[in-house]
T-cell receptor, first 114, second 114 residues
Framework: AQSVTQLDSQVPVFEEAPVELRCNYS??????LFWYVQYPNQGLQLLLK??????LVESINGFEAEFNKSQTSFHLRKPSVHISDTAEYFC????????????FGQGTRLTINP | DGGITQSPKYLFRKEGQNVTLSCEQN?????MYWYRQDPGQGLRLIYY???????QKGDIAEGYSVSREKKESFPLTVTSAQKNPTAFYLC?????????????FGPGTRLTVT
């Protein structure tokens, strides 16, 4: 069975500061990794994903995540955050089994202070 | 505009009543999912369906029921047997194969049972 651990439930940072949201996973098979973002009272939106190839993946709004197989991690980073990045971020894993199910972490609430 | 519709956005019910949450998609996706979101617990899978007239239990199916009579629709019924039904419910859909690992989410329904 797969599992995902997001090590921080809340991360407060100042605007324009860098941020890292940590994600570790556990799986006995090859996995595919995702970061989703949820703005208040909304559904989830895909931020970025790792399926294969380059271990560094980027989103259109400046976030990036690096797949590290040896450390079983997929941490999310942004060099300079903006107020609009305030949201909850979820890491998820899938193994491309028949059901294509996603297993989500507990979420990290990112709060940007001016 | 293609997407997933969930209605209503807010729903209030008295304890002991069954309630059905609507989920409709016009993305022509084969697979659909229902998740429950509680603070600090991430998303937990209730039921999923990979094809019309077929569905499987997820991790927390007790007290819930679903149907999949049409490709576009996947309603969730929260029965009176669900001990703690107050939560935010999210519906998602995806296509088969590697592209289907990305799930598209609806805006959610917040259910309050008193």
């Amino acid at each position: 069975a797969q599992s995902v651990t997001q090590l921080d439930s809340q991360v407060p940072v100042f605007e324009e500061a860098p941020v890292e949201l940590r994600c570790n996973y556990s799986s006995s098979v090859s996995v595919y990794l995702f970061w989703y973002v949820q703005y208040p009272n909304q559904g989830l939106q895909l931020l970025l994903k790792y399926l294969s190839g380059s271990t560094l993946v980027e989103s259109i709004n400046g976030f990036e995540a690096e797949f590290n197989k040896s450390q079983t991690s997929f941490h999310l980073r942004k060099p300079s955050v903006h107020i609009s990045d305030t949201a909850e971020y979820f890491c998820a894993v899938s193994d491309l089994g028949g059901a294509q199910k996603l297993v989500f972490g507990q979420g990290t609430r990112l709060t940007i202070n001016p | 505009d293609g997407g997933i519709t969930q209605s209503p956005k807010y729903l209030f019910r008295k304890e002991g009543q069954n309630v059905t949450l609507s989920c409709e998609q016009n993305l022509n996706h084969d697979a659909m999912y229902w998740y429950r979101q509680d603070p600090g617990q991430g998303l937990r899978l209730i039921y999923y369906s990979q094809i019309v007239n077929d569905f499987q239990k997820g991790d927390i199916a007790e007290g819930y029921s679903v149907s999949r009579e049409k490709k576009e629709s996947f309603p969730l019924t929260v029965t009176s047997a669900q001990k703690n039904p107050t939560a935010f419910y999210l519906c998602a859909s995806s296509t088969p194969g590697l592209a289907g690992l990305e799930q598209y989410f609806g805006p959610g329904t917040r259910l309050t049972v008193t």
